[in-house]
């Protein structure tokens, strides 16, 4: 297995501190160092974007003619150098899909962009890589049924914006209640789990998600993991309780219950945002170790985290 990096083109951040631009780079050279192949993308074609995002919203993020309040959405300050990385992140997220459906698993060390929405850029998220990928794929003819398993703290309200109306994509989204977008989107299925919980709830709720989803939607032609590593006990922005174990038992429980289904995964990081810039590292090398594996390219890390017990739980569709 490869994987996807852009991770050697920077931009400014200003007084963004919190954006953990470093982690990028460290985890391309712990993969990297772990022998997996590490290929750098070129930028998507802009008419991918607006074929997907309204194209007066491309035309002013792509000149920088934002509002005030827009740029505080965005909670990044636009810059040339931040769209160059955004169009570059988006085809490695499309480079990893076809590689998931090439050889069954693909990996983008970043993306998952997945709340900027048609018309908004949102939370770090400027224009939605998942989205884009599926109307790439489809376009052609790769792919046509996806189904996006995100597992980030956060709810992924631009997916579920872009493709709630598409009867041929399915969103689960899995978050903490009362988090950030503190004004949902629905997705099909939206999980909402209180603060505070751990690993043995939070894979006991993935697995009869899971079970939802795939019992509703059926079996897709690609399945894109948004595998954020912020439901982290210690992430500064998470509030659920997930151990580095507990994260590595949700990784194995949705690629493997993928393998069995035999649906191509393509894996997103999305975010992590932990004092410790390291210890979000540590947990997206990880899910890429779990990645791997399930590819059948060995393991990046020499530990196998002890998976917590799951008792399957009815899961809530959307009303």
Same mark, same amino acid.
């Not at 712990?30 to 309204?54: C, F, N, Q, S, Y």
């Not at 499309?94 to 048609?118: E, Q």
């Not at 969103?171 to 751990?198: K, M, W, Y």
């Not at 697995?207 to 500064?236: I, K, M, Q, T």
């Given at each position: ?5 852009? $991770?050697?083109?920077? &931009? ?9 631009? =470093? ?53 990044? +300050?636009? $810059? ?92 689960? $989204? ?12 629905? =997705? @099909? ?27 509703? &939607? ?45 649906? +191509? ?13 390291? @210890? ?31 008792? +399957? ?7």
């Amino acid at each position: 297995m490869r994987v996807w990096s852009h $991770s050697h083109l920077l &931009f400014p951040l200003g007084a963004k501190r919190r954006y953990p631009l =470093s982690k990028y780079g460290l985890l391309r050279a712990r993969v990297a160092a772990a022998g997996l192949d590490v290929v750098e993308p070129d930028a998507i074609p802009w008419l991918a974007v607006e074929a997907t995002h309204d194209p007066h919203f491309v035309w002013r993020m792509r000149r920088g003619a934002l509002t005030v309040r827009e740029e505080r959405v965005l909670g990044l +300050p636009w $810059s040339g150098e931040l769209v160059t990385r955004t169009l570059h992140g988006i085809a490695g997220t499309v480079g990893a899909a076809r590689d998931a459906l090439d050889v069954g698993v693909g990996a983008m060390l970043g993306g998952g962009t997945h709340h900027a929405g048609r018309a908004t850029a949102r939370g770090y998220c400027m224009f939605n890589d998942v989205a884009i990928a599926t109307r790439v794929l489809r376009r052609e003819g790769r792919a046509r049924r996806v189904m996006v398993v995100d597992c980030d703290v956060h709810q992924g309200d631009g997916t579920a914006e872009l493709l709630g109306p598409d009867v041929d994509a399915f969103a689960l $989204s899995v978050q903490c209640e009362r988090n950030f977008p503190f004004a949902r989107i629905a =997705s @099909d299925l939206d999980v909402e789990l209180p603060a505070g919980t751990g690993d043995e709830a939070y894979v006991d709720a993935l697995a009869s998600a899971l079970d939802a989803a795939f019992g509703a &939607f059926g079996v897709p032609d690609l399945v894109f993991y948004v595998a954020g590593a912020d439901p982290w006990e210690g992430d500064a922005l998470g509030r659920l309780a997930l151990t580095k174990a507990g994260l590595a038992a949700r990784d194995e429980l949705v690629l493997g219950r993928c393998r069995a289904l035999d649906v +191509p995964v393509c894996v997103t990081l999305a975010g992590g945002y932990a004092p410790d810039v390291v @210890d979000t590292v540590d947990i997206h090398a990880a899910t890429i170790a779990v990645a791997a594996a399930s590819a059948g390219a060995g393991a990046i890390t020499d530990r196998t985290p002890a998976r917590p017990s799951a008792r +399957p739980r009815a899961g809530r569709p959307r009303a």
